[in-house]
């Protein structure tokens, strides 16, 4: 049999990863200017830290999770979030003792057993992150703002559109889904066997069905902002306020639901028209109830996961050129006696910060200069028998086309000049 990688999962070749490298290292810039720290969690839980967080009637739990025994009898499950481990973390180191407010982030590989499609992977990568402990709007408004100046950072708004709701509490939601079952019920053998199910265990989840009948009757269905607690309407129109104040465009989409059972009031979507189906690139919101659920205080929080190849799918509209692999030098050598003075030189550059690449066999001078111009250096250094007879490196700038000789023992000193 041919030996071939998963269904679903995919390589990073290298000349893809400096377009991720580009997207992750915004994302961490930008966030530690907002004061977050990076935390790295398991890819391997207890099945309970999902099933309680998620929700059991959620397509997460039900059909994509991939979960199994391990041999001492436990259920284990491959991560399919990231909120649901950080906030396991964030219970069993006691975080909460330590500041009234913590914010973290993520970046890693999940796993759904998902149909795959563009843009949707069984093992796919996201970058996340989570602000644990305010419970005021501000925090909600500062995590979007956050968001999105992630998206400009990486040439993307324009693809894209911001789009916010809000989900209730446990004050206003149940009246508002005592209203669903009452709305959905005359319909109930038009639902797909799933939505059936749930419309007695959670009616929310048939708001979030892709079953295309079931879209239809969701679609006049009454709306959760027409149903708010005063609280939960002066916390929404709170968020609204503060985006609008920083200037962040968004558009009111009461549609939104979120496929997770953890959410409460702010929920947000990040979407896009360019990848078809698969149109949310990043998608958040508050789950005030979370660390409760999982055994920790009673604290407030509110967090976010992007999905990195959506991601990279948009970048590569933005910036078709990618980020090519360049070179700063790269050292030409003819015969033995140039290759063997060629080896320390390489490593006396990159001890100085300078990246280097040189043959390893005796190729000729036009196959190496080929090469050169490949990889992109901006010089070439090159080595024969004349200039080791001189005790010179002739110096060759790629993108002037000039030459001069230095010497082989200053050559080094004189490059850090000429370079800047």
Request: aromatic content about 10%; proline content about 4%.
């Amino acid at each position: 049999m041919k030996i071939k990688s998963i269904r679903g999962f995919h390589d990073i070749l290298p000349e893809s990863i400096r377009r991720w490298h580009f997207i992750e290292d915004a994302a961490r810039r930008i966030f530690e200017l907002y004061g977050f720290s990076e935390i790295r969690i398991p890819v391997l839980e207890f099945t309970d830290v999902f099933a309680r967080s998620l929700g059991t009637t959620t397509d997460i739990v039900e059909k994509e999770m991939y979960t199994f025994e391990d041999r001492d009898g436990s259920s284990l499950t491959l991560r399919p979030e990231g909120t649901a481990g950080v906030v396991r973390a964030y219970i069993e180191d006691s975080m909460h003792a330590k500041s009234g407010i913590s914010k973290l982030y993520y970046t890693g590989m999940m796993f759904r057993h998902e149909r795959p499609q563009k843009g949707r992977f069984r093992g796919f990568y996201q970058i996340g992150a989570e602000l644990i402990g305010p419970q005021e709007p501000a925090s909600d408004a500062e995590l979007v703002t956050m968001l999105w100046r992630f998206f400009e950072e990486t040439e993307l708004t324009q693809f894209l559109e911001l789009e916010i709701s809000s989900l209730g509490d446990q004050n206003c939601r149940p009246q508002y889904k005592e209203k669903l079952v009452e709305y959905f019920t005359p319909q109930k053998n038009d639902l797909c066997e799933n939505c059936q199910r749930r419309l007695q265990a959670n009616p929310l989840r048939i708001l979030d069905c892709k079953e295309k009948k079931c879209k239809e009757i969701a679609a006049e269905a009454p709306s959760m902002l027409d149903n708010l607690c005063q609280e939960c309407e002066n916390h929404f129109n709170a968020v609204k306020e503060n985006l609008t104040a920083v200037g962040v465009p968004f558009v009111i989409n009461p549609k939104i639901v979120r496929g997770l059972d953890y959410y409460t009031r702010t929920v947000f979507e990040v979407t896009t028209q360019e990848l078809g189906s698969q149109n949310a690139v990043a998608a958040g919101g508050r789950y005030d109830g979370l660390v409760e659920e999982l055994g920790g205080p009673d604290i407030a929080a509110v967090g976010f996961a992007m999905g990195i190849e959506r991601i990279v799918l948009l970048q590569e509209k933005a910036i078709p050129k990618g980020f090519p692999k360049k070179v700063d030098v790269f050292i030409a050598h003819l015969g033995d006696e140039a290759r063997k003075a060629a080896f320390p030189l390489a490593i006396e550059l990159r001890q100085k910060d300078v990246s280097v690449e040189m043959d390893y066999g005796n190729k000729s001078l036009k196959s190496q200069m080929k090469r050169a111009d490949k990889l992109g250096a901006g010089f070439t250094f090159i080595l024969g028998e004349e200039e080791l007879e001189k005790g010179v490196v002739k110096v060759r700038n790629m993108n002037e086309s000039s030459e001069e000789d230095i010497k082989i023992n200053e050559v080094v000193d004189a490059y850090q000049k000429f370079k800047s």
